[in-house]
């Protein structure tokens, strides 16, 4: 459904960084690849999601959302790939489109686990509820010219949110090593915004990042931050093995 909504004329005037001008990376316009090093990094997002699919199958808890999750990292490998690749509209906007969605399911995940331990069932029709106003939160983009930046801050803040509430409901014997991942995952997070939004300060400032870029780097924290938050709720279910297997 998004990419046929992308390739229609709704996103026309949507400011999409495409090109030389966007990336502090060398930018090569007769090669495939165009920029290795921000092409390659995708790479690791394929990584992260073969690992945590493989994870799946082990886990007695919410194998489903390791699962999507894991498919999702594996997805967003190819389209990002796609997007340094090609340079082309379509590619940048759905970029942009499923970035939203992995911060839509650990909000989701997170509100289906904790529910759980309430003695709750939360409804597959909420959990859906929540994925569609995530994917629908993009329109955004159409109102204003920060409109992903909006929607994608609320994620963020939403999902920080929903996790700190998970860790505070962790057994004192197990908040340690609850607390490390979640703690990392921020990091990663800091660092996947930050990085991004200063590749070209970095490229002026430090030789060290004219190659391999903050751009890059930025890529290596969000895979990162997809890694941290499964391991998050890996270390949250062992703090209660034993309880009832929640799909």
């Known amino acids: 459904m998004a990419a046929s ?3 229609s004329s709704l996103f026309d005037d949507v400011p999409v960084g495409l090109g030389h001008l966007e990336y502090a990376e060398p930018y090569t316009y007769d090669t495939y690849l165009k920029m290795p090093f921000n092409a390659g990094v995708n790479g690791f997002y394929l990584l992260v999601g073969l690992y ?16 999507l999750m894991s498919t999702m990292s594996i997805i967003y490998a190819c389209v990002q790939f796609m997007r340094i690749t090609r340079q082309t509209r379509f590619w940048g906007i759905m970029d942009q489109w499923v970035t939203l969605p992995f911060f839509g399911l650990v909000i989701a995940w997170s509100w289906s686990v904790i529910a759980h331990h309430r003695a709750r069932q939360l409804s597959p029709l909420f959990i859906c509820l929540i994925l569609f106003l995530s994917v629908a939160s993009y329109l955004l983009v159409i109102v204003s010219p920060l ?8 994620h963020i803040i939403a999902c920080v949110g929903c996790c700190y509430r998970m860790l505070l409901m962790t057994p004192r014997s197990s908040f340690r090593s609850v607390l490390r991942p979640f703690i990392l995952a921020l990091l990663a997070c800091t660092g996947f915004v930050m990085l991004k939004l200063c590749d070209h300060f970095l490229a002026r400032h430090f030789w060290i990042f004219r190659e391999v870029t903050g751009h890059f780097w930025s890529k290596i924290c969000d895979g990162l931050q997809i890694h941290f938050v499964m391991r998050f709720f890996q270390q949250f279910n062992h703090a209660f093995k034993g309880t009832r297997k929640l799909e």
Not at 52 to 67: G, I
């Open 52 to 67: 945590w699919l493989r994870q799946a199958n082990k886990q007695t808890m919410n194998k489903n959302f390791f699962t």
């Open 147 to 154: 409109g992903f930046d909006i929607a994608l801050g609320i």
């Open 5 to 7: 909504i992308s390739l």
